[in-house]
């Protein structure tokens, strides 16, 4: 007997009519491929917009078992990551090797939330890879250096004689040569790489404001505070009220 076929217009049909009965729909391809396209900018709002849809419910139905539907939806996702990542330049050997090292992870994977956090750090690996990416081929490799140094410190107190020692420049010939190439001073950029990393805590994890001044190194929470709203025209209280997306963000 001939074997029916896997997908068929009427199979169609009849799920796009329960999709409208039930007032569900996929995500839009727009919709999906934004946070690609800013994963392959280096955008670190891919990470955000990732989680996001990864909540929002719009998900495909591709399993009836919730863990097996996850891991079916992840490896879809680092699928895509990875070819977007190599038509942004990243080494096609990496991006591989990335995704297959993902994807046993995922094999591994007990729960459905296990699955969500490996995704966002899945697409935190390949953003923070091709913001490198670009600011290698824009920056000198000083103040690549820097950058990274600060990326990874944010948890310490950073001053320009700290990350000159580190280069090996003269702390003023650093300063120059910074403000010259990023178009902003060695301490202007440690407080927005401060306040990025503020709001994807109070956006995607439920720590203590105290906790995050702590972890920002800032002196207080009231100084945290001071400098939040200067940046973002609100305390950090009302930002988290108006942007918290909790249980998001892998902790």
């Not at 896997?6 to 409208?20: H, I, M, P, T």
């Not at 998900?59 to 078992?65: F, K, N």
């Not at 939330?113 to 824009?138: G, H, I, P, S, Y």
């Not at 920002?216 to 108006?242: D, I, W």
């Amino acid at each position: 007997m001939a074997q029916q076929p896997v997908v068929d217009e009427a199979k169609l049909r009849y799920l796009d009519f329960l999709s409208r009965e039930d007032r569900v729909r996929h995500h839009r391809y727009v919709e999906e491929m934004k946070q690609f396209d800013l994963m392959k900018a280096g955008d670190l709002a891919a990470i955000g917009e990732s989680a996001r849809m990864w909540s929002s419910g719009l998900t495909g139905h591709v399993s009836d078992d919730p863990l097996r539907n996850a891991q079916y939806l992840f490896v879809a996702s680092v699928t895509m990551a990875t070819r977007f990542a190599i038509e942004g330049g990243m080494d096609e050997e990496d991006a591989y090797n990335a995704s297959d090292l993902y994807i046993q992870s995922v094999d591994r994977c007990t729960s459905v939330d296990e699955v969500r956090r490996l995704n966002t750090d899945m697409m935190t690996f390949f953003t923070w890879a091709m913001a490198d990416m670009q600011k290698t081929e824009v920056h000198s490799k000083a103040v690549v250096e820097c950058m990274d140094y600060i990326h990874y410190h944010l948890h310490e107190r950073i001053t320009v004689p700290i990350l000159a020692g580190h280069v090996h420049l003269n702390p003023t010939y650093l300063s120059e040569l910074f403000a010259r190439e990023t178009g902003t001073t060695i301490s202007k950029y440690v407080t927005a790489q401060r306040m990025e990393a503020a709001e994807n805590m109070l956006k995607y994890s439920e720590y203590p404001l105290g906790e995050i001044a702590q972890i920002l190194a800032y002196r207080s929470q009231s100084h945290f505070t001071k400098v939040f709203r200067e940046h973002s025209g609100m305390t950090p209280g009302e930002y988290r009220k108006r942007y918290a997306q909790t249980g998001l963000w892998p902790e």
